[in-house]
C-alpha cells in the first residue's frame, strides 16, 4: 500500500508524447510499401477467420482482415493495426512512467526512447502476433502496477479483462502472470494472493478468453503440439534468448536496467517491485521452454517506463548529463530505423550486413519476382495438363504469394502443408498436375509417377532468403489418392 494517489500524480506530458506519436507514424507511413508484405503478414492474409488455428489464436489475422476491409487489399492498408499498436504502446509506456512520479522528462525520455527502440520500431512497421502482445502486455503491467503500487486492488479486473483479449493474439500473457505470481511469492505484497479482486480478474480472464481455450481444448491444444515443434526445432534459440535481451532496446539497455534496480532499492516501491523479480523469472520460462529472444519485450517496456524516472533524477544533476541522454536516444533512433526499417533500397540490401541482422528485411523480398516465375512455369505447360494443375508451396510465405499475386498469372489453386494451411487441403483428386515450390524433389519424386525442375526462384537484387534458389519443379501423375498423399507434406514450423 502506498500514499500516491492519482491526484498525486504528474500531469501526462502530451506535447512530447504527440512529438513522438507523428515522429514515428511519419516513418511508418514513409517506409510500409517500401519492400514489400512480411512471409507473416501474406499467411494472416491468407486465413479464414477461425476462432483458433493450430499455430496461434485468431486476434492478429482478424486485425488484417478487419484493415483490409476497411481500407482495401493493400500493403501499407495491412499494417495500420500494428502503427495503431505502436502508438498504443508509448501511450501506455508513459501513464506507468507517470504512476511512478516521473514528471516531464522522465515521460519524454520514455516516448523519445521507446518510439525508435530496437525490436520494438520492427513490431509497428509489420503486423505481426508480437505488435499485438506487447501491447497487451504494456497494458496489463500498467494495471497490475496501479494494483500494487497504488494500492488499489480493482485493478486487477482491468488487468483480468486484458488478459482475456490477449488469450485471443497469443498464450503468451500467461507467462507473465505465472512471472509475476512467482515474483509477488518471493517478495511480496503476498496478502493481494488472497485478494478477490485478484481471483476476480483471473475469473474474469478465462471467461473473456474461453472460447479459443475452447477451441483448442476440442482440437486436442495443437498450438502445444506447434510450440513442442519450434523448442524442437530452434536449438540455437536458448542461446539467442541471453544473447539478445541487451539488444531489445539496444542503447536503451541501461535505462530498463535502471528500472529494475530502482524497484529492488526504493522502499517507496517496494509494492512494485514484485514487477523487477519477475524479470529473470521470466526469462528462466523461457529458456527452460525454448521461446523466442523477444518474448520478455513487454516485460522490457515496462521496466523502461520505470527507469525513465531514476534516469531523469539523473539527467537533473548536470547538463551534459541531459545531452547524453538526448545522444543516446537519436544514436538509438538512427541505428534502430536502419535495422529495422526498410530504409535502403531494394537493390543495395544485398550488399549489407542488414540481412543477417535483421531476417525481417528479406523476408519482405521478392515475392511479385517469385511468384512471375511460377507463374512462368505454370504458362509453360500444354493446356491440358494446366487445366489440371495446383501449385503446392513449402510454405505459407510462398503459399501467400501466389494467393496475392498469383491470379495476374492466372495461376490455380494453392495449397501447402505447413501449420494451419494443412486445414485448406489436399487437392481434389482432379489434380494430377503439381506445381512445386520449394520442395525437394528428392523427397516427394517417389510419390508421383515424374518429377523435374522447372525454374529457380531469383528474387534478382543478391537478397538471400528462405525462397532464394530454390527449385520450382513439376510434378504428374500422383501413385495414390491425394489423402493418402498429403500427410507426406504437413509440417509444423
Known sequence: MTDRTPQALPRVARLPLAVAVVVLTAAYAATASQYDYHRDELYFRMLDPAWGYVDQPP???????????????????????????????????????????????????????????????????????????????????????????????????????????????????????????VAILAVGPRSVLRSGWLWAGVGLALVIG?????????????????????????????????????????????????????????????????????????LVIVLVAGGQMYYPMGLVVALFAIGCVPTAEWMRRARWRNWTVIAAVAVNSA???????????????????????????????????????????????????????VVLTSNYGEAGAVDRYGDEWGLPEVYSGQNHLRHYGP??????????????????????ESCEAAATLDNGVGVDNEEQGRTVGVCRGPLESWNDLWPHFLHYD
Open 427 to 448: 487437392p481434389e483428386e482432379s489434380a494430377t498436375v503439381v506445381i512445386t515450390v520449394g520442395i525437394p524433389l528428392q523427397r516427394i519424386e517417389g510419390l508421383f
Open 210 to 282: 474461453s472460447p479459443n481455450l475452447i477451441y483448442q481444448a476440442l482440437n486436442d491444444w495443437p498450438q502445444l503440439e506447434m510450440a513442442s515443434a519450434i523448442a524442437e526445432t530452434e536449438a540455437s534459440a536458448k542461446v539467442e534468448v541471453l544473447l539478445f535481451q541487451p539488444l531489445l532496446l539496444t542503447l536503451m539497455t541501461p535505462i530498463w536496467i535502471a528500472g529494475i534496480v530502482a524497484l529492488l532499492r526504493r522502499p517507496q516501491w517496494r509494492a512494485a517491485r514484485a514487477l523487477a523479480v519477475a524479470y529473470p523469472v521470466l
Open 59 to 181: 486476434l492478429t489475422p482478424l486485425l488484417a482482415h478487419a484493415s483490409i476491409a476497411v481500407f482495401g487489399d493493400t500493403l501499407w492498408a495491412l499494417r495500420i493495426p500494428a502503427m495503431l499498436c505502436m502508438v498504443g504502446i508509448l501511450w501506455l509506456a508513459v501513464l506507468i512512467t507517470r504512476e511512478f512520479g516521473g514528471g516531464r522528462r522522465a515521460q519524454a525520455v520514455c516516448a523519445g526512447g521507446l518510439a525508435f527502440a530496437g525490436v520494438l520500431l520492427f513490431a509497428g512497421h509489420v503486423l505481426a502476433t508480437v505488435s499485438v502482445d506487447v501491447l497487451v502486455w504494456t497494458a496489463v503491467l500498467l494495471f497490475v502496477v496501479r494494483a500494487l503500487h497504488r494500492g488499489e486492488p480493482r485493478w486487477w479486473l482491468a488487468a483480468g479483462a486484458v488478459t482475456g483479449v490477449g488469450l485471443y493474439n497469443k498464450h503468451l500473457v500467461v507467462l507473465l502472470l505465472i512471472s509475476l505470481a
Open 335 to 389: 541505428v534502430s530505423a536502419v535495422i529495422a526499417l526498410p530504409l535502403l533500397p531494394v537493390g543495395e540490401l544485398g550488399e549489407t550486413p542488414l540481412p543477417d541482422i535483421n531476417s525481417s528485411l528479406p523476408d519482405q523480398i521478392g515475392w511479385q519476382t517469385y511468384v512471375e516465375q511460377i507463374g512462368e512455369v505454370y504458362r509453360s505447360l500444354p493446356e491440358a495438363e494446366a487445366a489440371s494443375a
